[in-house]
């Protein structure tokens, strides 16, 4: 008998039917003998209807009020879910994020978890009964209700699962697991059957949306087995786990992509201390987030260029907001390229194995692909090209890893 | 500077613009320089689609799970409407039943208020904050989400005013106040300045829809002024209010129907002590809510009949239990008539004027209406008479005691 919470995204629970087939998945959970928890969305649709209104009624945005209002929708989920366990002859009851308590702290619309009292709900489950808990929700320091931003759910099943120290926490999804890369742009990617934290850290934050960055650090740091696996079929999906617990290591387990990034230039700053502080800081100031940065500095005329790249969203701000302190870098010109991608090759093996680098290198070299600003963390390789190279660079490192299926 | 409770249904928000409307009517009393609490209702149809998808789910019926989803509809109105409000420069913030909270018993679907901690709203009242209440809904003591029933949003206004010491509760709808008759069915109808609680509960048990029985019953208890007024222009509206109030009396106030109800006669009933506990103990048990009941008892042949009213809903349900205990009873026949209407004249006058049932009786023989049943209490006159003769009946009796608007 092991303890397990589920999580079921808001594609999962879109309708009736879909909320009348996870109650089933999670019976199949039951009847083997398991004590079950699940952490559901809002229907699909729902959450995206009631930030419309919250936003329409007035520009003003009061965020206790958006969380109010939006937090209802995994609250109607959770009711009807509950109903439907029951009437397959599962004991079940809803939990709303108040109820349990799932304690936050009050930034409203992105609040971060405190705390979680697990005690109500560790003795139903010890007595059998399902816990049909509303993800996305908590309960701020003065009592209003809290959400956790897009994709919160993730971490609240996460949360729940560390609370009630879960045996397993299971991430039901539209896709059968963590692939080696996108498989809508190179067909022949793999379903991982494991990948480390870490790794799959690097692949969230690197474009991979299967998991929330956060949920997966939350996980790392609690110790949480995670799983991800399709909501509509019976396949065995991916473990994310401990890199102890990996054995059998590939080089390379993934590649990621994130196709809406923009470059941004600065030519001709003077090589002198606090530039790059000048720069990032008035960008900080202003939320925008920089990603990679490459400096190269010319010891002949003391000048200095940087690169750097923000998402494409954020460009004209960025381009705004450097244009603003020209007097003060004193720089020649920058320039702005909207269209590049990034692309980055994961592994934990990359620590012991040499040569990673050079096979991505040597790769997009002979595609002709252009790298114009390269990062390297200690499990991962990024690179920026032109976006139109994205798929071909994509499938010529999926291949030049050995990653592709054989069959 | 007055404390005022506003109360708008569904019909009053059932959109964004509606929602801006209401905060405009907010605003006007708060610049008057009135404390407001404002209860709210769900968007109209929002209730109806959560109640839907509650029962479509499964057909075992959780009434706390139904709570939970149904509830939510308040939640989001509430929320929409306290940023609303904020976005014309009124401070408010929005509470939900568990917040107040308002605590309830646990007869889910249909519970009762047992008590309202108006301190923290009272406070905040004091400092010009509107306090936006989401109507329906309680905490019960397990800590789960209630809901009042239909309607119950009268019935937290009513609460809330009685429990913050308000001066008044404003019910907002879609009618410009209580009329003496419907004036569908009546144009010469007139809207009351005033009407006494006792009148305004026979009429509402009477079937004029305006109010709701409970509220009314709640508003008496506490003695809370009630106002019903149109949402969508600023014609005063109906005062609801002690008699001692009511200063120039009109014989009747006003004239209900309720078109739905179906007869009954048992036939040949032998006449001896509890055969009418033996029927309507039958039917009692069985959830049958009868209303008018009339027996009549031949000395002769030591046979009674008994007629009664049931609504016609119920009038299937009501016949197969008494075949059933026919064997008991040992009457003679059941007769039933499902076409059938119950016309009500109602005033607190009636106590001291004579002739009031003399001028009913009257003005229907004139008409050609036969009377089935009568029944009276202390400030009301009841018959049932065929459906066919309802706006006859009604607009006759309306002309009959000088109610009718001479404009």
């Known amino acids: 008998m092991a303890r397990i919470v589920q999580k079921f995204g808001g594609t999962s629970v879109a309708d009736l039917d879909c909320i009348r087939n996870v109650a089933r998945r999670v019976k199949t959970e039951v009847d083997a003998g398991h004590e079950v928890a699940v952490v559901v969305s809002a229907m699909s649709g729902a959450t995206n209807q009631l930030v419309d209104w919250a936003s329409d009624i007035g520009s003003l945005h009061d965020a206790r009020e958006y969380d109010t209002v939006v937090a209802t929708g995994e609250q109607v989920t959770v009711g009807l879910l509950a109903i439907a366990l029951q009437n397959i002859g599962i004991d079940a009851r809803s939990w709303l994020g108040w109820q349990i308590p799932i304690r936050s702290d009050n930034v409203h619309g992105a609040a971060r978890i405190d705390s979680i009292d697990g005690w109500a709900i560790h003795d139903r489950l010890k007595n059998g009964q399902v816990a049909v808990i509303a993800g996305f929700q908590g309960i701020g320091p003065d009592s209003r209700i809290t959400t956790f931003g897009r994709g919160g759910s993730d971490t609240s099943a996460v949360a729940v699962a560390a609370a009630l120290q879960a045996d397993r926490c299971d991430i039901y999804t539209d896709v059968e697991g963590v692939f080696t890369t996108d498989p809508r742009i190179a067909p022949k990617a793999k379903k991982l059957s494991r990948i480390t934290f870490e790794e799959m850290l690097e692949m969230a934050s690197s474009g991979a949306k299967v998991l929330q960055t956060r949920s997966v650090a939350m996980a790392m740091r609690h110790n949480v087995n995670l799983q991800v696996r399709s909501s509509f079929n019976d396949i ?172």
């Not at 705004?320 to 093996?349: M, R």
């Not at 390269?374 to 071909?392: A, F, G, M, N, P």
């Open 236 to 407: 065995t999906g991916t473990l994310v786990v401990n890199e102890d617990s990996v054995v059998e290591q590939e080089t390379i387990s993934g590649i990621a992509y994130s196709p809406d990034e923009a470059k941004i230039t600065i030519i001709g700053l003077p090589d002198k201390p606090g530039i790059a502080a000048g720069v990032f800081g008035a960008l900080a100031d202003q939320q925008v987030n920089v990603d990679m940065i490459v400096q190269s500095a010319s010891s002949a005329t003391k000048k200095t260029d940087i690169s750097f790249s923000v998402g494409r969203d954020d460009l004209k701000k960025a381009v705004d907001i450097i244009n603003k302190i020209e007097t003060d870098l004193e720089f020649e010109s920058v320039d702005a390229s909207p269209n590049v991608a990034k692309i980055s090759v994961v592994g934990t093996a990359m620590r012991t194995q040499p040569g990673v680098a050079k096979t991505m290198f040597e790769t997009l070299a002979s595609k002709g692909v252009n790298m114009h600003v390269i990062s390297t963390s200690e499990i991962k390789i990024s690179v920026l090209i032109d976006s139109e190279y994205t798929e071909l660079a994509v499938r010529s490192l999926h291949t030049a890893y050995g990653l592709d299926n054989d069959s």
